[in-house]
């Protein structure tokens, strides 16, 4: 069975930082390039942030470049997002995914195979 459950969210003020953690199971994790995407009421499903398989390469939402970092253990089956300086605008809930092939950027959601639950950010002013 395909699982991917996210963890780490909560609430916190303006300027601070959180670590999501996305554990995989099921598939062949390494194999799969990562990706997380946030959601706000109202709005579209946007990408955050992707790390690729064998080359390890990464990218981001111009919105986030700078302040998140993501990163992978496939040891583990783990993928992590980290998040400073957080702004009232990242509030959401955030998802990780899971797509096939080698990703030259975040892509849209409806390119990826596998999601988690999502965990919810929420970022006060």
């Known amino acids: 069975e395909v699982q991917l459950v996210e963890s780490g969210g909560g609430l916190v003020q303006a300027g601070g930082s959180l670590r999501l953690s996305c554990a995989a199971s099921?598939?062949?994790?390494?194999?799969?390039?990562i990706g997380w995407f946030r959601q706000a009421p109202g709005k579209e499903r946007e990408g955050v942030s992707c790390i690729n398989t064998s080359n390890g390469y990464t990218y981001y939402a111009d919105s986030v470049k700078g302040r998140f970092t993501i990163s992978r253990d496939n040891a583990k089956n783990a993928v992590y997002l980290q998040m400073n300086s957080l702004k009232p605008e990242d509030t959401a809930v955030y998802y990780c995914a899971a797509v096939r092939g080698h990703p030259l950027r975040v892509g849209l959601p409806y390119e990826y195979d596998y999601w988690g639950q999502g965990t919810q950010v929420t970022v006060s002013s």
């Open positions: 099921g598939f062949t994790f390494e194999t799969y390039a």
